[in-house]
């Protein structure tokens, strides 16, 4: 079935609907340009006429011509020559690689299929060339599965505790908002369109207030910034809420109709200890600074917070999400359309994504293997076989990721890659720090070479991607290598052998289905009321917010695990907290070959505060290096005010093999797991910071 494409816009150019693949909020419209006599790409625009999107795209994805015509692209099969990590290969034949894998898996598998594990996340946030083909791959495997947390498990398991779902606000009503908080996120780099809405309010008289340890450029924009210390976010939410019952700031009607009544009791309790003093010890903050955030957040309506992921990387995460996640509940916020909350919207995909038909998990037949998290990839793959852990890992197929650069503890992670008896295959379209480390590499197609379909956790429209061109080289999209693959494993299931378009069919169902996107501009938006939560309704069992969760309890602040206040016999040795949030013109570790944008980053960096860098001699743009027990990054000090005392930001991911000395920011983080979601701590680590030579 072929997809209709947008009428020529010249006798040689057309346009081709597209939407942006990457692990971003606001998940883009985008309108792709072709130019049929040479069939290259010519430009690529965000649609002005989605809502969101509103013909604006960020500085990295403008660019993703640049990336798919990338001279270093993986085009062909490629078998690996030399010694893992070296990134020595030959090419190979598709029929070769094919038979190879598919042997080297039947071997492993009749030992016990669950010693082969899949290592995905976000590479691409499509739903068909995610986990579609390749789930079902995995499920008649009965490989072991893979507990995706390496983002944002930890507030999105936090909000659907509290709310019954990842649900919130629609995001073009900040516009009217006369408060906005931005809580945890640099909003300018990495949540351009929101800030659009964002900036429509300010010019309306709209007060803006960034809570973020770092003083980004979305802080140096607001009226007031509070840059407490990284991983104190909960105690700040709990004196908010002491100066909210103190000074009696509650909408008492809201909180009887709609919020859980004896949690509310508990809680309030709770919050009679959390003075802004004690806050402000805890946090680093002016307590008169939290009690006029409690004011505004009291006073005014409509009054919303943009919560984001930053905040939840760190041991206490998960609580601190459910705490900050209760504030409009308290204030009664919900009842205006531009009040409340907003961290995730993918939960009201839910009426409209049918994932058991497009992940077929009926062909685990009954098995119920372990399951992996992917963040402490380090360790597992460095574990024996025992009776508690399983069958050692034997094979990882990685697709949509990139772990030795991203995943935390970098230096065990890439230990284990480095094993001679791990088999190891990477779909890619770059040889990454973790294709280097393949037995094979094999050629995937970007979002402009096939079919898709995106939901996301930022708006609230299904959108459509076409192939704009055909697939460059030999590369296949993923759904049909595993489709290869899982012909070349014997498995004959018809499912195996539905094309991409069925997949779209059969993702897709109620109130949007394939047939109705194809006939859209390119998206179909979800009929969600303007004031969604305005009489309660929501998506818990009984409609209520929930607050005493059970098996979690009341929530509460949890410390991080290292800190000087939580470790400081650690902090003797490590004084100063590092968080590492992304460079500005980077996604994660996608964009970091990209010429044009690393030529902007330049180089590796840590910001250390003048205080900080004059302690330790170290001036601006001085190499230093970056140590604590678990290894040593090597980069360039920027010595600046965008850190504050105590903390220094190592802006990441660089690839590995592209910093300095083979290192970057994740030889320093560590494995251990937030309170809930089981997620990874990115943002709690301590550090110390000398010159180098």
């Known amino acids: 079935m072929s997809i209709p494409t947008r009428a020529p816009v010249s006798d040689s150019l057309r346009t081709v609907r597209a939407a942006c693949p990457h692990d971003c909020p606001d998940t883009c419209a985008m309108q792709v340009s072709v130019d049929d006599a040479s069939g290259r790409v010519v430009r690529i625009q965000g649609r002005a006429e989605h809502v969101t999107t509103h013909g604006a795209l960020c500085t990295k994805v403008s660019r993703y011509a640049e990336r798919t015509y990338h001279p270093e692209r993986v085009l062909t099969p490629l078998r690996r020559v030399g010694p893992k990590g070296a990134g020595r290969f030959e090419p190979a034949s598709w029929d070769e690689a094919l038979a190879d894998i598919a042997g080297r898996l039947k071997t492993i598998a009749a030992r016990d ?12 946030m499509g739903l068909l060339q995610g986990e ?14 893979l507990e995706r947390t390496i983002c944002a498990s930890a507030g999105g398991d936090a909000l659907a505790a509290t709310y019954g779902g990842k649900v919130g606000m629609l995001v073009r ?10 809580w945890g996120s640099h909003s300018i780099a990495s949540n351009l369109h929101f800030w659009t809405f964002v900036q429509q309010a300010k010019r309306n008289g709209a007060r803006l207030v960034c809570i973020d340890p770092r003083r980004t450029e979305t802080a140096d924009k607001c009226h007031v910034h509070l840059q407490l210390r990284p991983g104190t976010d909960g105690a700040l939410a709990l004196a908010l809420m002491h100066e909210l019952v103190a000074n009696d700031w509650l909408d008492h009607n809201y909180i009887a109709r709609h919020v859980d009544a004896a949690g509310w009791v508990a809680l309030r309790e709770r919050v009679q200890a959390w003075t802004p003093e004690r806050a402000a010890e805890v946090c680093g903050l002016d307590a008169d600074a939290i009690r006029a955030l409690a004011r505004d957040l009291g006073t005014t309506q409509p009054a919303a917070i943009r919560l984001n992921y930053g905040m939840q990387r760190t041991r206490g995460g998960g609580n601190a999400a459910r705490l900050i996640a209760l504030l409009p509940c308290l204030t009664g916020a919900w009842r205006h359309r531009a009040g409340g909350l907003l961290l995730s919207s993918s939960g009201w995909f839910a009426s409209v994504r049918d994932d058991a038909a497009r992940q077929r998990p009926d062909l685990l037949a009954g098995r119920v293997p372990r399951t992996l998290n992917m ?4 360790d597992d793959l460095l574990r024996e076989a025992s009776p508690d852990f399983g069958p050692k890992v034997e094979a990882v197929i990685v697709y949509n990721s990139n772990p030795v650069a991203v995943a935390p503890e970098s230096p065990k992670v890439a230990r284990g890659f480095a094993r001679e008896d791990l088999f190891t295959v990477v779909l890619e379209h770059f040889l990454t720090d973790t294709a280097d480390h393949a037995d094979w590499v094999l050629p995937a197609t970007t979002q402009l070479e096939h079919l898709d379909l995106h939901t996301s956790y930022g708006h609230t429209d299904v959108l459509l991607n076409e192939p704009a061109i055909s697939p460059l080289g030999q590369a296949l999209p993923n759904t049909e290598i595993f489709r290869r693959l899982a012909a070349a494993m014997g498995f004959d299931e018809p499912c195996f052998r539905d094309s991409d378009e069925t997949l779209a069919a059969q993702t897709l169902r109620g109130a949007v289905t394939f047939e109705a996107l194809k006939a859209s501009p390119g998206w179909i938006s979800l009929p969600i009321p303007d004031a969604p939560f305005a009489d309660g309704g929501f998506p818990t069992p009984d409609g209520r917010v929930r607050i005493d969760v059970p098996g979690w309890g009341l929530p509460d602040f949890v410390p991080p695990w290292e800190s000087v206040a939580s470790a400081p016999e650690l902090a003797a040795r490590y004084p100063l907290a590092m968080i590492s949030p992304p460079a500005r013109n980077f996604l994660n570790s996608t964009f970091v070959n990209v010429k044009s944008l690393r030529d902007i980053e330049a180089e590796p960096i840590v910001e250390i505060h003048p205080d900080d860098a004059a302690a330790r001699g170290l001036a601006d743009g001085a190499p230093v290096r970056v140590f604590n027990d678990r290894g040593s990054y090597h980069c360039t000090a920027r010595v600046s005010t965008r850190a504050r005392p105590g903390v220094v930001n190592g802006l990441g991911i660089w690839w590995r093999k592209l910093g300095v000395r083979g290192t970057n920011v994740n030889e320093l983080t560590h494995q251990k797991l937030t309170d809930i979601g089981q997620a990874p701590c990115f943002y709690d680590v301590l550090v110390e910071v000398e010159a180098a030579a």
């Not at 009503?173 to 931005?182: C, K, M, P, Q, W």
């Open 113 to 124: 299929p669950e010693a082969i594990l899949p290592y995905s996340y976000a590479g691409t």
């Open 132 to 145: 579609s083909m390749a789930a079902r791959f995995f499920n008649r495997l009965g490989a072991s599965q």
């Open 173 to 182: 009503h900040f516009a009217e908002s006369r408060l906005i908080v931005i």
């Open 375 to 378: 963040s402490t990839i380090g």
